[in-house]
């Protein structure tokens, strides 16, 4: 096959995505595949490149890419790197070479990636592409309209409200001390804090609206962090998430060595079947038949939260995705492998 593997863009996330990208391009090459990686962003040349044979050509995206680093980057930085960034999202001939694909990778992470907005686009202009579709990815990353879907659902979340920044009140929250604050839309923890009295919650309010205009205040659930990934309609082993220092922010989850992952989580058979049969609701009552990741705390209550959906789930070194299909024998090749076809309905 012939498959673009879309990666970069403008997010926050965008580090993130191109180490996701440069994984997989690597993995579909050792699958046999003609492989492009390719910058949503950027673009391949000029506007008016030939882009004839574009899958048989040297790809020097790859040996561009080298580690995420501790801070995500700035947005305003971002937009320098294209001369004509106003002109719009896409860089020069993305849309031309991803109709000349078989299937897009979709390799994006943050709200570009994965807010719906590109896969509307290629919705519209006939182009093949991994994970969800639109309506559903929109829905999955707004966190208030998630909250709103699981509570339907029955899917237990967090006590808290979402405040628009036209209505911002830096008094305590009705959840109380301490909470978490984070961005509407974001992803990968950017922006997010925990606050723990009134001078903390200002300085949240300040980071998390200095990202979006609308952010969402949870109680703070004192507990065990897992993540359950949803391929294909199954749910996979629960992977446990332990920071060796402070929460499971951007630098801990990109940062080798900056947490613990055990996957098969430890717990109760009981409990485990539990945390899985609610990730696939989860994901049904989003509509993400493809796949996704869910996020959960465990309360030392006993209480089960899940915190977010993910619908391009990260596929970096650290990634947890990948660790819990390697739980079960699925080497990350055949993973990758596997979300394509899961993509298309086809086998290869």
């Given at each position: ?7 970069g863009?403008?997010s ?16 579909l090459?050792?699958?046999g ?6 910058d ?36 305003a ?14 860089g ?17 992470h ?34 208030r309209?998630?909250?709103?879907i ?10 808290g ?13 009705q ?9 509407n839309?974001?992803g ?15 300085e ?26 949803v ?10 998430i ?8 951007y ?5 080798a ?37 869910m ?15 993910n ?38």
């Open positions: 096959m012939n498959i673009t593997v879309l990666c863009g403008i926050t996330e965008r580090d993130v995505s191109l180490i996701t990208g440069k994984n997989v391009a690597e993995a090459r050792r699958n595949h003609n492989v492009l990686l390719l949503a962003f950027l673009g391949y040349g000029e506007p008016d490149a030939d882009i004839s044979g574009i899958f048989e050509k040297d790809d020097s995206l790859l040996d561009k890419i080298s580690a995420i680093s501790e801070k995500a980057p700035d947005i930085t971002l937009n320098e790197l294209r001369k004509d960034y106003e002109r719009g999202y896409f020069p001939n993305v849309i031309n070479i991803c109709r000349a694909s078989d299937i897009v990778f979709m390799a994006l943050g709200e570009d990636g994965e807010n719906g907005r590109v896969q509307a686009a290629f919705d519209l202009n006939r182009i093949r592409y991994t994970g969800t579709g639109y309506m559903s990815s929109a829905l999955a990353m707004d966190k309209m998630t909250r709103h699981f509570k339907e659902a029955g899917v237990p979340v967090a006590e409200i979402s405040m628009d920044i036209s209505s911002r009140s830096d008094e305590e929250p959840c109380g001390f301490p909470c978490v604050v984070k961005p839309c974001g990968s923890s950017v922006g997010v804090s925990i606050a723990h009295n009134a001078e903390e919650y200002k949240a309010l300040d980071l998390a609206f200095g990202y979006e205009n609308r952010v969402v205040v949870e109680e703070y659930v004192k507990g065990r962090e897992f993540s359950v990934a391929v294909d309609g199954e749910a996979y082993p629960i992977i446990e332990k920071p060796k220092s402070g929460f499971y922010d630098k801990n989850k990109y940062q060595g900056a947490t613990e992952e055990i996957c098969p989580a430890d717990l109760p058979e009981d409990v485990a079947k539990k945390m899985q049969g609610m990730a696939k609701k989860a994901a049904d009552a989003l509509t993400l038949d493809k796949y996704s990741r996020d959960f705390i465990l309360g030392d209550n006993g209480k089960m939260i899940c915190l977010e959906a619908t391009l789930p990260g596929m970096t070194p650290t990634s947890l995705l990948p660790q819990e299909a390697a739980a079960i024998g699925i080497s990350y090749d055949e993973l990758c492998e596997k979300l394509i076809q899961v993509s298309t309905g086809e086998d290869r």
